[in-house]
Nanobody
Framework: QAHMVESGGGSVQAGGSLRLSCVASEDTYSRLCMAWFRQAPGKEREGVAGLYTDSREASYADSVKGRFTISQDNDKNTLFLQMDNLNPDDTAMYFC????????????????????WGQGTQVVVSA
């Protein structure tokens, strides 16, 4: 059973926008934090944006600040990542993640703080 299911990836030209979505399964009901990570070929997975679900406080990697926005729907089952002004360096597989038990996930972009993961959605940005 997939705990998190991402969608919305695709190919776009530099300067364009994409909106990623992630639906969380019921067994992650007590989610404390949700986040987006990405991994480009040959590179380590990096945190992009994190959200503390109760307060909706958010954190962002420096590389995406001012361009990406993380949000959730009112029932907290769906996580979004609005990506604007994309550039080729944003090309990667994007994953969403959730944590249900440890508050160490609070505004964390460390993948080790998250227990539940999706399979990813591919984003390709051409110059």
């Amino acid at each position: 059973q997939a705990h998190m299911v991402e969608s919305g990836g695709g190919s776009v030209q530099a300067g364009g926008s994409l909106r990623l979505s992630c639906v969380a399964s019921e067994d992650t009901y007590s989610r404390l934090c949700m986040a987006w990570f990405r991994q480009a070929p040959g590179k380590e997975r990096e945190g992009v944006a994190g959200l503390y679900t109760d307060s909706r406080e958010a954190s962002y990697a420096d590389s995406v600040k001012g361009r990406f926005t993380i949000s959730q729907d009112n029932d907290k089952n769906t996580l979004f990542l609005q990506m604007d002004n994309l550039n080729p360096d944003d090309t990667a597989m994007y994953f969403c993640a959730a944590e249900t038990s440890s508050v160490l996930c609070y505004l964390s972009l460390d993948s080790a703080r998250y227990t539940y993961w999706g399979q990813g959605t591919q984003v390709v940005v051409s110059a």
